[in-house]
C-alpha cells in the first residue's frame, strides 16, 4: 500500500482475538482495505486484546494469517495491550473533568433497580445515584471493600449532572445510512472501566481511535447506537469525531440471521475447502452493493468499484452456494501460469493443455486432480452398450491420439453405427471416465493413449 499523505484518510480493521475470523468480520475489514487502497490512505489492523480472559496470541496470529491469505495488506499493527499507558491517561483527564465518575452498586442491586424501574412502566436505565453521593458515602462504601467501576457521564442538555437524563438526540451524517440520530436520553451511562481497573472496548476503541488519527470508521451497523456515545468521548477528549460508515450485516440466502456458530464460515474452513482467497475478497466487497458479484482478480480494479453509496442499507445475502459458483467462475478464468506451481504439488503433469481441458468443469484447484487420475490412472469403466464399445474401439483412428482424433473418431462411428448425439457420446463417456458429465472429452483423449482408451472400452480396468 502507498503512503498516505498527511491529508490521506486513515481506517482501522479492530478484531478481537478470541476467535477466528468470519465471513462477517471479513466484509468489515475488506471494505476498510478496498476504500484505504483507493484513496491511498492508511489501513491500521489493530488487535482489541485487552480481554485477557479470552483474548489469545495464537488467535491474534490466525487472524492474521487469515487475512494474508485474503491478500489484504496493512500499513501498521496495533494491540491494546501495549496501550493501557494511553488509557490511563485518558481515564484521569475525564476523571479529572468529572466526566468518569465511581459507582458502588454491584450488579445483584443494580439489576433489583431495574427491575424495579420495569415495574413503575420506566426505562431501566442507570439512575445515576452514585452521583448523588457524598465524600463520606463514598469512603464508607469502601470501608466496606466494595470496589468501584466508572461509568461515563453523557451530556443530557444540561440537565442536573445528578438528575435523570431527558430526551437527548445526537445526530450525525452517516456515509451509508444517511442522517442518523441517537437518543442518549434512552442510554444508561456506560460503563468505561470494570471493577478490576480493564476498560472495556469503547473506551479503548475512542481513545486509539483519536490518538490515531483515524478519520473514517467503516463498520456494521449494530454499533450504529454506540456512535452517539462514542461521539460525546471524542467530544470529552477534545478530539475530532471521524467519519461514520455503518454498513448492513450479512444474513442466510433466504433472509434468515446467520448461525451464531459460524464455525463453517469461519475463513479458515473457506480455505480448507479450496476455495479461491480472490472469490472471497470479490465476494465480500460486492454482496449488499449495486455492482454485480463477479470474480475480480486485481485488488486495484476492485477498489476502484469501492464507493459508500454503492452500499445498500438493506441486509446482505450471504450465500455459499453463490460463493462456490463464483469460485468456479474465477477458476475458469485463470491461465495456467497462475496455477502451474500449485498444480504441481497436487501431482498433476498435464501442462497447460490439461488445465485447460478441465478449468470449465471445476469447483475448487484440487478437483483438478481428480481428473488427472481419471485420464492417468487405471480406472473401472461403466460399460452402458458393451457390442457397441467394442464396435467404437474397433473404429479407433490409427496412428497417435491426439486433439483432431476425437473429431475423426465420432464421425466414423456415427457412419457406422448410425447412433448420434447421446446416444453416441453418452456410451463413449461412461467407458472411458466412468462418468455422465465432466470435461469435454476432444481434450482429454491425448491423456489417456490409445491403449487406455482401446482397454477401457473393452471393459477392463486400465
Not at 431527558?166 to 470494570?194: C, F, K, N
Not at 448425439?421 to 456410451?427: C, D, E, H, Q, R
Request: glycine residues 8%; charged residues 25%.
Amino acid at each position: 500500500m502507498s503512503a498516505p499523505s498527511s491529508s490521506s484518510p486513515v481506517v482501522r480493521f479492530a478484531p478481537s482475538p478470541t476467535g477466528r475470523i468470519h465471513i462477517g468480520n471479513v466484509r468489515t475489514a475488506v471494505l476498510n482495505w478496498l476504500f484505504a487502497r483507493r484513496e491511498g490512505g492508511t489501513l491500521i489492523l489493530r488487535f482489541d486484546d485487552t480481554d485477557t480472559e479470552r483474548a489469545r496470541a495464537e488467535f491474534a496470529e490466525a487472524i492474521t494469517t487469515d487475512l494474508t491469505w485474503l491478500g489484504l495488506t496493512w500499513d501498521r499493527i496495533a494491540r491494546q495491550s501495549e496501550r493501557t499507558e494511553l488509557y490511563d491517561r485518558a481515564a484521569e483527564t475525564l476523571k479529572r473533568d468529572g466526566r468518569l465518575y465511581p459507582c458502588y452498586e454491584t450488579p445483584e442491586e443494580i439489576e433489583r433497580r431495574r427491575r424495579l424501574q420495569r415495574a413503575r412502566g420506566l426505562p431501566p436505565i442507570y439512575d445515576r445515584a452514585s452521583l448523588k453521593l457524598t465524600d463520606a458515602e463514598r469512603e464508607a462504601m469502601e470501608r466496606e471493600g466494595r470496589v468501584p467501576h466508572w461509568r461515563f457521564r453523557l451530556n443530557n442538555s444540561g440537565d442536573d449532572p445528578a438528575g435523570q437524563p431527558e430526551s437527548t438526540p445526537i445526530a450525525w451524517d452517516d456515509l451509508i445510512r444517511g442522517h442518523q440520530t441517537v437518543d442518549l436520553g434512552a442510554l444508561s451511562d456506560p460503563v468505561m472501566i470494570r471493577a478490576d481497573g480493564s476498560y472495556l472496548y469503547t473506551f479503548t476503541s475512542v481513545v486509539d481511535d483519536a490518538d490515531m488519527g483515524v478519520t473514517h470508521i467503516i463498520r456494521g451497523e449494530d454499533h450504529v447506537t454506540n456512535t452517539g456515545v462514542q461521539l460525546q468521548l471524542f467530544e470529552a477528549l477534545g478530539a475530532d469525531a471521524p467519519q461514520f460508515a455503518h454498513h448492513s450485516l450479512l444474513v442466510g440466502a433466504e433472509g434468515q440471521a446467520l448461525s451464531k456458530r459460524l464455525g463453517d464460515l469461519a475463513i479458515a474452513a473457506l480455505r480448507d475447502e479450496g476455495l479461491e482467497p480472490q472469490a472471497v475478497t470479490s465476494h465480500a466487497a460486492l454482496v449488499g452493493t449495486s455492482d454485480a458479484i463477479e470474480p475480480v482478480m486485481n485488488p486495484d480494479d476492485l477498489a476502484a468499484r469501492f464507493a459508500f453509496e454503492k452500499i445498500s442499507r438493506s441486509p446482505a445475502r450471504f450465500d455459499q452456494r453463490e460463493l462456490a459458483q463464483l469460485n468456479a467462475r474465477l477458476l475458469q478464468a485463470l491461465d495456467f501460469e497462475s496455477v502451474q506451481e500449485r498444480l504441481t504439488d497436487l501431482g498433476i503433469a498435464g501442462g497447460a493443455p490439461f488445465w485447460r481441458a478441465v478449468r470449465g468443469n471445476i469447483g475448487v484447484l484440487r478437483d483438478a486432480q481428480a481428473w488427472w487420475t481419471v485420464v492417468s490412472q487405471p480406472l473401472t469403466p461403466d460399460i452402458e452398450d458393451a457390442a457397441f464399445c467394442t464396435r467404437a474401439a474397433e473404429l479407433l483412428p490409427d496412428g497417435p491420439v491426439t486433439d483432431e482424433t476425437w473429431g475423426e473418431w465420432t464421425r466414423i462411428i456415427k457412419a457406422e453405427t448410425g447412433a448420434k448425439g447421446k446416444a453416441l457420446f453418452m456410451p463413449l463417456r461412461k467407458a472411458l471416465t466412468a462418468q455422465t458429465r465432466g470435461p469435454e472429452l476432444q481434450p482429454l483423449l491425448p491423456f489417456m493413449g490409445r491403449e487406455r482408451i482401446v482397454g477401457r472400452l473393452s471393459g477392463e480396468t486400465v
